[in-house]
C-alpha cells in the first residue's frame, strides 16, 4: 500500500486498493446499509467525545462537491445555553409539520411511527449533547449567477440549485457515516430553517452564509441496527429509459 498525509492531521495514512478485501467490502456495504438518521434511539445521558465528532468531519471534508469549491462550513454546538436556543427555533418549526404529520397518520397515510420518531426528537433535542450545523459560505442566488453569466438557458434555478445543495448533501451523509463507524449516531434534520434567521442570529453568522441541516450526535441506546424498509429496488430501477 502507498502512504499519504492527511491534510487533516499531517499523520500519514494508508491509501486504500481500488478493490477492496473481501472483508472490507461486506463490512462497508454493511455500515452504509444499517446508518439511519437517528431520532428515537439518542442517548442524551452520555457525553460525547468531540475527537470523534473532529475525525467525521474531516472524512466528511472527503466528499465530493461542485468544482471543488468546497464551500461548506460546520458549527459544532456544545454549550447547553446554545443548544437549547436552537432546539426551541426547532420546537417552534416543527409544530405545522407534526401537525400534518398526525392528520396524515389519522388518514392512514403514514405510519404512526415516524410522527413518533419525529415528535420525540423535538422532545428530546435541547439534551442531545452535540449539536452541528453544516453552513455554506454562500447562498444559493451565487451558484444562480453563475449560471446565468454562463449564458445557460432560463430558468437556471434547477440546475444551479442541484451543484449548490449537491455540493453539501453528500458531506453531511459522510458526516453519518463516520459517526457509525465510531459508534455514535445522529439524526439529520432542516426543518429549523423555517426559522434560519432566528437560529442565525443564536450562532452569530456571518451575512450571506447559508445554513444547510441541522444534525443531532449522541451515542445510540440498543446493541445494533438493521436495514430500514424501502421499497424494493426493481420497483424503482430503470434501464436505459424510464
Known amino acids: 500500500m502507498g502512504v499519504r498525509t492527511s491534510p487533516d492531521s499531517g499523520r500519514p495514512e494508508e491509501t486504500m486498493p481500488c478493490v477492496p478485501s473481501a472483508h472490507d ?40 462537491n461542485g468544482s ?103 458531506a453531511i451523509w459522510s458526516t453519518l457515516l463516520a459517526l457509525r463507524a465510531q459508534g455514535l449516531a445522529g439524526a439529520v434534520t432542516a426543518l429549523h430553517l423555517t426559522h434560519a434567521e432566528e437560529a442565525a442570529r443564536i450562532l452569530r453568522l456571518p451575512e450571506g452564509v447559508t445554513q444547510a441541516a441541522l444534525l443531532a450526535v449522541a451515542h445510540p441506546t440498543g446493541e445494533t441496527f438493521r436495514p430500514a424498509s424501502r421499497h424494493p429496488l426493481d420497483e424503482v430501477l430503470h434501464l436505459d429509459t424510464w
Not at 470523534?52 to 465530493?64: D, F
Not at 447547553?80 to 417552534?92: G, N, Q
Not at 444559493?140 to 434547477?158: C, K, M
Open 25 to 64: 467490502r461486506a463490512a462497508g456495504l454493511r455500515l452504509l446499509s444499517t446508518t439511519r438518521s437517528v431520532r428515537r434511539r439518542l442517548d442524551t445521558t452520555r457525553p460525547v467525545d468531540l475527537a470523534a465528532v473532529r475525525t467525521a468531519l474531516a472524512v466528511a471534508l472527503q466528499a465530493p
Open 68 to 170: 471543488n469549491d468546497q464551500p461548506w462550513h460546520w458549527i459544532v454546538i456544545t454549550d447547553p445555553d446554545t443548544r437549547r436556543s436552537l432546539a426551541d427555533v426547532y420546537l417552534a418549526a416543527s409544530q405545522p409539520y407534526l401537525a400534518s404529520m398526525r392528520r396524515r397518520v389519522e388518514r392512514g397515510e403514514v405510519p404512526v411511527g415516524v410522527y413518533e420518531a419525529s415528535a420525540h426528537l423535538v422532545k428530546i433535542l435541547p439534551d442531545v449533547p452535540v449539536l452541528v450545523v453544516p453552513c455554506m459560505a454562500a447562498g444559493p442566488e451565487a451558484h444562480r449567477a453563475v449560471f446565468e453569466e454562463l449564458g445557460y438557458p432560463q430558468p437556471v434555478d434547477h440546475p444551479a440549485h442541484s451543484v449548490y445543495y449537491g455540493s453539501i448533501w453528500p
